[in-house]
């Protein structure tokens, strides 16, 4: 009886332990050359204001204003959208965050084929156009 008391035990603790485990190792990995590419576009004015526009016109429902991922449609979420401010997010490289926002996962849409005027960037670049590293820019803007 005692080791039917001990072996229900482990089986209890260990199904608790995944229970809380497994949903944090869902980590976004992001492919070696995404995370090695450089943003070509310069982070100069003109590029934050149209980052500025598309992040504007895509991402502040669930990112928030200001980035903090508080934005309305937030809270109805299975996840918590990221805070653009934090230093975590900031130390990412722009390939990374260019791959997220291309790709998303799980709530996170890809955005790809919307950022305006990029519906025929090839993968594993910025794209064709400025818009992809205006977006990049602007994200940027908020570690300031």
Known sequence: MKNIVVVLAVVAFTITAYAFILPQQDVWKVPEKYE?????????????????????????????????????????????????????????????LLYKIYFGHKDMPGFKNRIPDNDDVIEGSFGKTRSPGDLVNFLRTFAK
């Open 36 to 96: 090695k590419m450089k943003n070509p576009v310069i982070a100069d004015p003109v590029s934050v204001k149209n980052g500025n526009e598309i992040y504007s016109s895509h991402c502040t429902n669930c990112h928030g204003v200001k980035g903090k991922g508080d934005g309305k449609k937030s809270v109805s979420l299975n996840s918590i959208p990221s805070d653009f401010t934090s230093p975590a997010f900031q130390k990412q490289t722009d390939g990374a």
